[in-house]
């Protein structure tokens, strides 16, 4: 007779063939014999390798000056010529000079200085974004990303000799799993005839899941797109699972709201049950999607290897009042504490300092998603590094523009300035107490990881904050340091 763990893998594959919108049977927890990862008793502090292998403009603008002006130069056929993610800017670069310029940024943007200063502060723990086309290249990434795997070999193997952890957290499937450049794709970005303008936020689009219907909030499921992320997946943990830097796995960052979640569950049980069998070592990090920590209540509680992660970010309350406000709100921040109390240990695997959306770029290239709500502050723009195409922006203005959200904002570098996030205090009091309050919080939880581990805004900057005592140079102080603050 059937086992209960193999009819309900046979109702979940059912439900996934046909795109079903109904829950699939009960999910089991999968027990290993000498479990190593039997013990919830683990604390993760750190950050994120963010705008390295997937490529965001807010975090490494110099990528991405070269496409300011296109609108200028090729006029109607700007949409061809612009990059403003992973994807187009493989497309808009093609692969040898893409390549070019990507090789020169991986081995530049995460250095062994870098992995030096990240060992300094006690990290133990890194969340380090991938795509999906590093592990089974389609177009237009083939060509254009080969050499991604050697560098996060470089990375992974220089982070095992330093003992510190890391999460692979798949950030970018094929036909983008949330519509953000953070997917490796901005979708659907619609571009006006004349190709000085575009528009992505009134038309943002998630196709991984397959066909979205705006109108009743649903989707027509294809399994194809997801299939595919699985065998990725297998192939990355056949690849990684003995490998001393790897501790988990992310089966995908983000997906948005709008998924469809009984097959969104049953992807990440399939990829919790291959891990099991295969990485019995690795824990299985589940997404949120943005949706309340209630909603996975059901969800493999008080199972063994199974994490989640839940990305709170006091920047995109878009709050312009009185700033005292960010610290009270951070303070009684219950998502934390509603996974826990459930059995279901859970990660804060991004938040940052900022409060508020300034950073150049933070919402899409020359674009916004409406106005900051309070006043950016502007320093120079990052140079350009050796070997990386501009021109620098140190003139006036340049398009293409995004329609924003219709207030007529955009940010973008003017006369060599860009917008960073807007200071309280010139003596930080405020930042570091706002940080204090939300990591008072993290640390109900299972760990913590700011995002990012540099920029050129230190309210993004692990680093800096580490630096500049808005968290404990040592991170390992975090619990006393935070407790002691009084903040909360």
Not at 337 to 357: K, R, Y
Not at 422 to 438: K, M, P, W
Not at 455 to 469: K, R
Request: glycine share 10%; aromatic share 14%; net charge negative.
């Amino acid at each position: 007779r059937p086992s209960r763990r193999t009819m309900a893998a046979i109702a979940r594959l059912l439900a996934l063939a046909c795109g079903a919108l109904a829950w699939a049977a009960a999910y089991d927890c999968i027990a290993v014999d000498n479990d190593p990862v039997a013990d919830s008793n683990f604390a993760w502090r750190g950050t994120n390798l963010g705008g390295w292998l997937v490529l965001e403009p807010w975090i490494t603008p110099f990528l991405f000056y070269q496409f300011l002006g296109a609108d200028e130069t090729y006029g109607a056929d700007a949409p061809n010529h612009v990059g403003m993610d992973t994807l187009t800017f493989c497309s808009a670069l093609g692969d040898e000079e893409a390549n070019r310029q990507l090789r020169n940024h991986w081995a530049t943007w995460v250095t062994d200085d870098d992995l030096d200063a990240l060992q300094a502060t006690g990290a133990n723990f890194i969340r380090l974004p991938v795509g999906d086309w590093m592990f089974q290249p389609y177009e237009p990434y083939a060509g254009c990303t080969d050499g991604a795997v050697d560098e996060l070999n470089r990375v992974l193997d220089g982070l095992a000799d330093r003992n510190i952890g890391v999460l692979l957290d798949i950030h970018g499937v094929r036909f983008s799993q949330n519509g953000f450049d953070n997917s490796g794709q901005a979708r659907d970005v619609t571009w006006d005839e004349d190709g000085a303008h575009f528009e992505h936020w009134g038309s943002q689009y998630a196709g991984w899941m397959g066909t979205f219907d705006a109108t009743t909030g649903t989707y027509d499921v294809n399994m194809t797109n997801i299939n595919a992320t699985l065998d990725m997946i297998r192939t990355v943990v056949d690849t990684y699972k003995d490998h001393p830097a790897v501790v988990a796995i992310e089966p995908v960052n983000e997906p948005w709201g709008s998924s469809d979640l009984p097959t969104l569950q049953n992807y990440y049980y399939s990829v919790y049950e291959y891990v099991r069998a295969n990485a019995p070592g690795w824990r299985v990090v589940f997404h949120d999607a943005f949706l309340p920590a209630s909603t996975w209540s059901d969800f493999l509680p008080g199972c063994p290897a199974v994490v989640f992660d839940t990305h709170q970010y006091l920047a995109f309350w878009n709050y312009g009042g009185d700033e005292w406000v960010f610290i009270s709100g951070a303070c009684s921040n219950t998502v934390v504490d509603t996974f826990e109390s459930n059995g279901q240990p859970v990660i804060v695997g991004e938040w940052a300092s900022s409060t508020d959306s300034c950073v150049l770029w933070l919402e899409g290239w020359n674009d916004a998603n409406g106005a900051p709500a309070y006043t950016c502050e502007y320093v120079e723009c990052p140079a350009l590094p050796d070997g990386q195409p501009g021109p620098f922006p140190d003139g006036p203005a340049a398009g293409p523009y995004g329609h924003g959200n219709g207030d007529g904002y955009v940010s973008t570098p003017e006369y060599g300035l860009c917008p960073k996030t807007h200071t309280f205090d010139s003596a930080g009091e405020f930042v570091r107490n706002a940080t204090l309050a939300q990591l008072n919080v993290w640390e109900r939880g299972h760990g913590w990881a700011m995002w990012n581990f540099k920029s050129f805004d230190p309210a993004w900057s692990f680093l800096d904050a580490t630096a500049n005592g808005w968290i404990p140079a040592n991170v390992a102080d975090t619990p006393t340091v935070a407790a002691e603050s009084g903040v909360c």
